[in-house]
C-alpha cells in the first residue's frame, strides 16, 4: 500500500482592505435618508396666498438613496447599482399636478447601475466605468467639497451644468498624486429623460481637477469643467420644425423649416476653487459660461427664399458659498447668481442682436427698439446644521429668490380681487379697456423654510 500526501489550499474570500473591518468580502450594502419638511412663506406682499402641487411644501423624502456595491480585488472590477426615490412628476406628466388623472405617488428608480474596470500603474491610477453613473461635475458633492447635498442641489446642479447629474455612457477617469481627470461621452438627455428626446446626439463632459493637502489639515481644490452639447454622433436630417426643441414649429401649414444642426448643438464651461481647513471653514468660488451656438434656418418648400439666421446667445452665472462652524455645529451661507429666471438654472438669454434707435413702422406707428434679453435670478440660502456624527445630521434653511424680467426690472406677479392670478397684459389693458376684474401688481420674491435630517447607513 502506498501513501500520498499532499497540501490543501482553500480558496481565499475573505480580503483585508484599509478602512474595512476584517470579513469584508467586497460586498458593501448603504443607504442614505433625508426626511424633510418645506414650507413656502406667502404673505400680503406677495398677493399670492394658494398653493400647487407644484410647490416645495410639506413633507417630502428628496436625496433618499440604497446602494449596493461588489468589488472584486483581484482581477479591479466593480459593480454599482444604486436606487433613488422620486416623486412621479418628475418622470412623467401624467400627474394631478399636470391636471392628468393619476395621484403623485414616489416611485423607485435607477440612479446608478455601472461596471467599473481599476487597473494601477506604478503612481497612475486608470478606472473604466461603462452604465448609468454620475457625471462630473458632481465631483464637489462626491468628493466632501459640497458638504450640504441633503440640503440643496450643488450649486453646478442647479446651474444647470448638465441636465441631470446622472446620464448613461462611457467615461474614464485618471488620477496621478494630486492630479485627476474623468472625461464622460454620455447620451445627453439625463438618467429621467428618453434617449433622444431632443436629439440623438451625444454629450461630452470633461473635468480636470488639482486637489491637496497641506500639513495634514488644510485641503484645497481647482476644478475645470467642460461640456459639449450634441457633440457626435447626431444625425444631419433631424433639425426640422416641431420634431425636437432645436425648431419649435411656426404653426404655418404653409411652410417646413429646416435648421442646421448646430442649433441643437452648445458648450458649457465652468471653474471651481474649494477650501476645507479641518471642521471649520468650507468655502467654495465658481463660475459657469454657456454658449448656444448661431445656425440657418430656410423653408423647404420655397428654398429660394432668402434664408433666416437664429443669433448666437449666451449665458452667465456664478456661485459662492461658506461654510463656518467646529465638529457639532455649523453655518452655510450660499449665493447664486445666472442670466434667466425665474427658476432657478442658467439659460442663455444674452445676444449681440440689439436695435438702439426708435424706428417708424408707419406714420403713426412706432416700432420698439430690440435689445437683449436681461433677465437673471438671484438666490441667497442660508443653513444652520447639527452634526450628531458623521452619518447623523440635521438643518434647518432659509431659501430666497428674487427674478428680474428682460428688461432688467424685477419681476411682478398680477393679482386680481378674486385671488386669481393674471398677466402683464390684463393689467395693463384695464386702464384702457373696462373690465370687472380689478388687477394688482405685487413684487414676487419666493421665500422657503426647510428642515432636513440626513442619515447615511
Given at each position: 500500500m502506498t501513501?500520498?500526501?499532499f497540501?490543501?489550499?482553500?480558496?481565499e474570500v475573505i480580503t483585508?482592505k484599509?478602512d474595512q473591518?476584517?470579513g469584508?468580502f467586497?460586498?458593501?450594502l448603504?443607504?442614505?435618508?433625508?426626511?424633510?419638511?418645506?414650507?413656502r412663506?406667502?404673505?400680503k406682499?406677495?398677493g399670492?396666498?394658494?398653493?400647487?402641487q407644484?410647490?416645495?411644501?410639506?413633507?417630502?423624502m428628496?436625496?433618499t438613496?440604497?446602494m449596493?456595491?461588489?468589488?472584486?480585488?483581484d482581477?479591479?472590477?466593480?459593480v454599482e447599482?444604486?436606487g433613488?426615490?422620486?416623486k412621479?412628476n418628475q418622470?412623467?406628466?401624467?400627474?394631478?399636478?399636470d391636471?392628468q388623472s393619476?395621484s403623485?405617488?414616489?416611485?423607485?428608480?435607477?440612479r446608478?447601475?455601472?461596471?467599473?474596470?481599476?487597473w494601477?500603474?506604478?503612481?497612475?491610477?486608470?478606472t473604466?466605468?461603462f452604465?448609468?453613473q454620475e457625471?462630473p461635475?458632481?465631483?464637489?458633492v462626491w468628493?466632501?467639497f459640497y458638504?450640504?447635498?441633503?440640503?440643496?442641489?450643488?450649486?453646478?446642479?442647479s446651474?444647470?451644468?448638465?441636465?441631470?447629474?446622472v446620464?448613461l455612457?462611457?467615461?474614464?477617469?485618471?488620477?496621478?498624486?494630486?492630479?485627476?481627470l474623468?472625461t464622460?461621452?454620455?447620451?445627453g438627455?439625463g438618467?429621467?429623460?428618453l434617449?433622444?428626446a431632443?436629439n440623438?446626439?451625444?454629450?461630452?463632459?470633461t473635468?480636470?481637477?488639482?486637489?491637496?493637502?497641506?500639513l495634514?489639515?488644510?485641503?484645497?481644490?481647482?476644478h475645470?469643467?467642460?461640456r459639449?452639447?450634441n457633440f457626435?454622433g447626431y444625425s444631419?436630417?433631424e433639425c426640422?420644425?416641431?420634431?425636437t426643441?432645436?425648431?419649435?414649429?411656426?404653426?404655418?401649414?404653409?411652410?417646413?423649416?429646416?435648421?442646421?444642426?448646430?442649433?441643437?448643438?452648445?458648450?458649457?464651461?465652468?471653474v471651481e476653487?474649494?477650501?476645507?481647513?479641518?471642521?471649520y471653514?468650507n468655502?467654495?468660488i465658481?463660475?459657469?459660461?454657456?454658449?448656444?451656438?448661431?445656425g440657418?434656418v430656410y423653408d423647404q418648400v420655397?428654398?429660394?427664399?432668402?434664408l433666416s439666421r437664429?443669433?448666437?446667445f449666451?449665458?452667465?452665472?456664478?456661485y459662492a458659498?461658506?461654510?463656518?462652524g467646529?465638529s457639532?455645529?455649523r453655518?452655510?451661507?450660499?449665493?447664486?447668481?445666472a442670466?434667466?429666471?425665474p427658476?432657478a438654472?442658467?439659460?442663455?438669454?444674452?445676444?449681440?442682436?440689439?436695435?438702439?434707435?426708435?424706428?417708424l413702422v408707419?406714420i403713426n406707428?412706432?416700432k420698439e427698439?430690440v435689445y437683449s434679453?436681461?433677465?437673471?435670478y438671484r438666490?441667497h440660502?442660508?443653513?444652520?446644521?447639527y452634526?450628531?456624527?458623521?452619518s447623523?445630521?440635521?438643518g434647518?434653511g432659509y431659501?430666497?429668490?428674487r427674478a428680474?424680467?428682460q428688461n432688467?426690472?424685477?419681476?411682478?406677479?398680477?393679482v386680481d380681487?378674486?385671488?386669481?392670478e393674471r398677466?402683464?397684459?390684463?393689467?395693463r389693458?384695464?386702464f384702457?379697456?373696462p373690465?370687472?376684474?380689478?388687477v394688482?401688481?405685487?413684487?414676487?420674491?419666493?421665500?422657503?423654510?426647510?428642515?432636513?435630517?440626513?442619515l447615511?447607513?
Amino acid at each position: 500500500m502506498t501513501l500520498t500526501s499532499f497540501g490543501l489550499w482553500s480558496e481565499e474570500v475573505i480580503t483585508t482592505k484599509k478602512d474595512q473591518p476584517d470579513g469584508y468580502f467586497g460586498v458593501k450594502l448603504g443607504a442614505i435618508v433625508t426626511p424633510t419638511f418645506g414650507y413656502r412663506v406667502r404673505d400680503k406682499a406677495s398677493g399670492v396666498s394658494d398653493t400647487s402641487q407644484s410647490d416645495r411644501t410639506g413633507f417630502s423624502m428628496p436625496w433618499t438613496l440604497f446602494m449596493v456595491s461588489k468589488e472584486w480585488e483581484d482581477t479591479g472590477f466593480k459593480v454599482e447599482f444604486w436606487g433613488e426615490v422620486l416623486k412621479a412628476n418628475q418622470i412623467s406628466a401624467d400627474t394631478n399636478a399636470d391636471n392628468q388623472s393619476r395621484s403623485n405617488p414616489h416611485i423607485f428608480a435607477i440612479r446608478r447601475a455601472n461596471v467599473q474596470k481599476i487597473w494601477t500603474i506604478g503612481s497612475f491610477q486608470h478606472t473604466i466605468i461603462f452604465g448609468m453613473q454620475e457625471l462630473p461635475h458632481m465631483h464637489s458633492v462626491w468628493a466632501g467639497f459640497y458638504d450640504w447635498r441633503y440640503m440643496d442641489r450643488s450649486p453646478l446642479e442647479s446651474l444647470g451644468f448638465s441636465p441631470d447629474p446622472v446620464d448613461l455612457g462611457l467615461s474614464y477617469l485618471f488620477k496621478w498624486k494630486t492630479i485627476s481627470l474623468h472625461t464622460a461621452f454620455v447620451n445627453g438627455e439625463g438618467y429621467r429623460s428618453l434617449q433622444n428626446a431632443n436629439n440623438s446626439g451625444y454629450d461630452s463632459v470633461t473635468r480636470l481637477s488639482w486637489e491637496n493637502t497641506w500639513l495634514g489639515s488644510l485641503k484645497t481644490g481647482l476644478h475645470f469643467l467642460s461640456r459639449r452639447g450634441n457633440f457626435a454622433g447626431y444625425s444631419g436630417t433631424e433639425c426640422f420644425e416641431g420634431r425636437t426643441r432645436c425648431l419649435p414649429s411656426d404653426n404655418n401649414p404653409a411652410t417646413q423649416l429646416r435648421g442646421n444642426v448646430r442649433l441643437s448643438q452648445s458648450e458649457t464651461h465652468a471653474v471651481e476653487i474649494n477650501m476645507i481647513w479641518r471642521e471649520y471653514i468650507n468655502l467654495g468660488i465658481g463660475g459657469m459660461f454657456r454658449k448656444r451656438y448661431a445656425g440657418e434656418v430656410y423653408d423647404q418648400v420655397n428654398p429660394y427664399l432668402t434664408l433666416s439666421r437664429t443669433p448666437e446667445f449666451t449665458g452667465r452665472g456664478a456661485y459662492a458659498w461658506l461654510g463656518i462652524g467646529n465638529s457639532w455645529l455649523r453655518i452655510v451661507f450660499r449665493g447664486e447668481i445666472a442670466n434667466g429666471g425665474p427658476n432657478a438654472g442658467l439659460r442663455t438669454t444674452e445676444s449681440n442682436l440689439q436695435e438702439p434707435w426708435v424706428r417708424l413702422v408707419t406714420i403713426n406707428q412706432i416700432k420698439e427698439p430690440v435689445y437683449s434679453d436681461k433677465s437673471y435670478y438671484r438666490n441667497h440660502q442660508v443653513y444652520l446644521e447639527y452634526i450628531q456624527s458623521e452619518s447623523i445630521r440635521m438643518g434647518i434653511g432659509y431659501s430666497e429668490t428674487r427674478a428680474f424680467d428682460q428688461n432688467g426690472a424685477p419681476l411682478k406677479t398680477y393679482v386680481d380681487q378674486f385671488s386669481n392670478e393674471r398677466s402683464l397684459q390684463e393689467y395693463r389693458s384695464q386702464f384702457t379697456n373696462p373690465s370687472p376684474a380689478l388687477v394688482s401688481e405685487y413684487g414676487r420674491l419666493d421665500r422657503n423654510l426647510f428642515l432636513k435630517a440626513n442619515l447615511i447607513f
